[in-house]
């Protein structure tokens, strides 16, 4: 059963589809655009009465817990280009997904070319975007503030062979899904986020949910070349976390040090690496807001690599709500995209959410390999026993694949056969000395141009193509927030499991937003 909300109106719609269990303390939602009925992500939801909010998933879902029931809350549901929606909380059924519908709201170019006419002053979108970035120390907080949020990193994989490997059904199933409850302490725009030591993390929750497909392969750290490689990414010389690696992609927070590429340092580089189009205005509580499409140029940064993204301005402050980054290489292949969302309170602008997903390649070893090799004194033969069945026309020239060595002197070998889909007989001219050579000084093999039945080649090392995602969704934002020394903090250093967790007063006022499905 779906419970439907549109523009205060709500419809029950039988929903047979969905199977997944749920926690009976929660209510559940998704979100999606009326007009396309597709999912609205990212959304800000806010509960008017507790000041606490959640941030709709890549699917447009979210959770509120069951201890709000009681108060009678109303959920205000924003996200720029969509009318406001005031839900109250007491109306959504429990045991059901209740579906919010958001009604787009947008100025169309020509009301957009209408209201440059009518300025006498016109701004391109370069000049918006520059007055943008010159504003920054005044739109955001230089003294010091906290907020507590939800914190994920997990993978996905589009690979068809690993999914099946791996049971998995669907290539946006997340993979080793970590989850927590973070507050950041922040000593203010302008200091460094990494070694001020006002800068730090407070873990109150962190696991990794066993409800999702867990592969220790691709949590192996990065070295960027032989094991794990991260493409067109800077890593932190610290290596560390998720989660640091995160807060330096912020462009916005480290305004004036270096990010990621082409945004470089954002308040010098940004502007003149990137072309610009004002796209459209549209709103957020009645705030109108730049849309503005932007692309790398060529002429300025000369790579193989290039940028493309939006950039969400405010038209009365020049505010930056959202910025939107996207990298490609030169076979259009995204190799990392960063989304970074403000929200205005009282008079500056604080984090809202933050994402960054960047595409990896992990080396998972051979797919084609011997298991075991077998000396059998009586027949003078080797076993080689194989993990996957011989293509037996790739054995045909095994006169020059294969060679058995003992002490470095090669082997005479008699005859060649497959005895079993998996296993290689290799006869060899005996005596007794070379049975004592081979017991005294072992064998060494070498077999090469030999397949699988398919197709792949034997001790081919084989890359998997991956996505890492690691996200912050902030619920309550505290604008005037000292460092407490008492904390336990996060070591930066080190993955966030070796952390330890702190107690938080009224910690059942927070939560994990958990993906609603566990897809394997």
Request: overall charge neutral; proline content about 3%.
């Amino acid at each position: 059963m779906l419970n439907i909300i549109r523009n205060g109106l709500f419809i029950l719609v039988l929903f047979t589809g969905f199977c997944h269990a749920q926690k009976a303390s929660q209510k559940r939602f998704q979100i999606l655009d009326q007009e396309s009925e597709q999912p609205v992500i990212y959304a800000t939801v806010i509960l008017q009465q507790a000041k606490i909010g959640v941030i709709s998933d890549d699917n447009g879902n979210f959770r509120i817990p069951g201890i709000y029931k009681i108060r009678q809350d109303t959920l205000k549901i924003s996200s720029i280009g969509y009318e406001t929606l005031f839900v109250p909380l007491e109306e959504q059924k429990e045991n059901d997904i209740n579906i919010i519908l958001l009604s787009p709201k947008v100025e169309s170019l020509d009301e957009v070319s209408l209201l440059f006419q009518k300025n006498k002053k016109k701004m391109s979108a370069g000049r918006i975007v520059k007055e943008a970035i010159k504003r920054i120390p005044d739109n955001y907080p230089v003294r010091p503030f906290s907020y507590i949020g939800y914190y994920r990193d997990y993978q996905q994989v589009a690979d068809s062979s690993y999914l099946a490997h791996m049971n998995i059904e669907n290539e946006h199933a997340y993979i080793n899904l970590n989850e927590g409850v973070i507050q950041v302490f922040d000593a203010g725009f302008g200091t460094n986020r990494l070694t001020d030591q006002l800068n730090q993390t407070v873990l109150y929750e962190f696991q990794s949910n066993k409800d999702f497909p867990v592969d220790t392969l691709l949590t192996i750290p990065y070295d960027n070349r032989k094991e794990k490689y991260l493409d067109g990414v800077i890593i932190s010389p610290l290596g560390g976390n998720e989660l640091n690696l995160l807060n330096l992609t912020n462009a916005l927070r480290n305004y004036n040090r270096m990010s990621f590429s082409f945004a470089h340092v954002f308040n010098r580089d940004f502007l003149g690496n990137h072309i610009y189009r004002l796209d459209s205005i549209l709103f957020l509580d009645d705030v109108p807001i730049y849309k503005i499409d932007f692309s790398s140029s060529y002429t300025r940064v000369k790579s193989s690599y290039y940028a493309k993204g939006n950039i969400f301005i405010s038209k009365q402050d020049f505010g930056i709500y959202n910025l939107d980054y996207k990298l490609f290489d030169g076979s259009h292949k995204l190799l990392y995209r960063v989304n970074i969302s403000y929200k205005p309170i009282r008079d500056r602008y604080f984090l809202n959410y933050i994402t960054f997903n960047n595409y990896f390649e992990v080396n998972i070893g051979a797919g084609f390999k011997v298991n075991e090799v077998i000396y059998d004194y009586n027949s003078s033969s080797f076993q080689v026993l194989f993990n996957e069945a011989v293509d037996p026309y790739s054995m045909r020239s095994w006169q020059k694949q294969f060679r058995f060595l003992t002490n470095n002197t090669p082997l005479q070998i008699l005859d060649l056969s497959l005895i079993k889909p998996d296993v290689i007989k290799v006869s060899i001219h005996s005596s007794r000395q070379i049975n004592e050579a081979i017991m005294q000084d072992g064998i060494r093999y070498e077999i090469n141009k030999l397949k699988d039945i398919r197709g792949r080649l034997i001790n081919e090392q084989k890359l998997l193509r991956a996505n890492q995602f690691r996200e912050i969704f902030v619920q309550k934002v505290f604008p005037e927030s000292y460092i407490d020394s008492a904390f336990e903090f996060v070591n930066k250093e080190l993955p966030l499991k070796a952390s330890k967790q702190n107690s938080l007063e009224h910690r059942e006022t927070y939560w994990i937003n958990t993906p609603l499905k566990a897809t394997k």
